[in-house]
């Protein structure tokens, strides 16, 4: 039995890839969703769209569907502001690694076309069993894309600007700074 194309791709690979991807990308200071999805979709010299959405229990937390037109991301309208960025960022990741999706998630399981429905009530049905097949992921494409969205995460909570720790600061605080501190301080896990 062969093994799965996600365990044959290291941690290492994937971090690896991700901070490349994340490192090629410029954020607005101080981060601003549209800002940032505007001048992404610039540079791809294609639309994209977000759409909040009222998710119905057990639906997707966000999703991204690409159509002929422009690229989608739909998010909750009821969560948290840092819930929202991090879906936003987590969709992107997927963009920017170039994910075309598949007809079945990680799971096995295809997102269901009356959830979709209910949350993309503005769009044809035809348009949403269309685009549904190619909105799931596999389990490494996941998991390059939230590896994408924590690290620009990072970047928006934490400017770019090296920094060094107040004097006096003890050694164990030092430590962690340099596990969670500036880009020029990052290590490989």
Same mark, same amino acid.
Not at 41 to 53: C, D, N, T, Y
Not at 64 to 72: F, G, N, P, W
């Given at each position: 039995? @062969? /093994?799965?194309?996600?365990?044959r791709?290291?941690?290492?690979t994937?971090?690896?890839?991700?901070?490349?991807? @994340?490192?090629?990308?410029?954020?607005?200071?101080?981060?601003?969703?549209?800002?940032?999805?505007a001048?992404?979709?610039?540079?791809?010299?294609? =639309? %994209?769209?977000?759409? =909040?959405?009222?998710?119905?229990?057990?639906? =997707?937390?966000?999703l #991204?569907?690409?159509?002929?037109?422009?690229?989608?991301i739909?998010?909750?309208?009821?969560?948290?502001?840092?819930?929202?960025?991090? %879906?936003? #960022?987590?969709?992107?990741?997927?963009l #920017?690694?170039?994910?075309t999706?598949?007809?079945?998630?990680?799971?096995?399981?295809? %997102?269901?076309?009356?959830?979709? /429905?209910?949350?993309?009530?503005? #769009?044809?049905?035809?348009?949403?069993r269309?685009?549904?097949?190619?909105?799931?992921?596999?389990?490494?494409?996941?998991?390059?894309a939230e590896?994408? @969205?924590?690290?620009?995460?990072?970047?928006v909570?934490r400017?770019?600007?090296?920094?060094? =720790?107040?004097?006096?600061?003890?050694?164990?605080?030092?430590?962690?700074?340099?596990v969670?501190?500036?880009?020029s301080?990052?290590?490989?896990?």
């Open positions: 039995m @062969a /093994r799965p194309s996600w365990r791709r290291s941690s290492r994937l971090w690896e890839r991700a901070r490349q991807v @994340a490192d090629a990308v410029s954020l607005p200071e101080p981060f601003d969703a549209e800002a940032f999805v001048a992404l979709a610039a540079g791809r010299g294609r =639309p %994209i769209e977000l759409m =909040p959405v009222s998710a119905p229990e057990g639906a =997707p937390c966000g #991204l569907m690409s159509t002929e037109r422009a690229d989608y739909l998010y909750p309208a009821n969560t948290t502001a840092l819930h929202r960025r991090h %879906i936003l #960022l987590h969709e992107v990741g997927h #920017l690694c170039g994910h999706g598949a007809d079945a998630g990680a799971d096995g399981v295809a %997102i269901d076309a009356a959830a979709g /429905r209910q949350l993309m009530p503005h #769009l044809s049905p035809e348009l949403v269309r685009v549904l097949g190619r909105t799931t992921y596999t389990e490494v494409e996941e998991r390059e590896l994408v @969205a924590t690290l620009l995460a990072q970047r909570v400017p770019e600007e090296p920094r060094e =720790p107040a004097p006096g600061v003890p050694d164990g605080v030092r430590r962690f700074d340099s969670f501190g500036g880009r301080r990052r290590r490989m896990p």
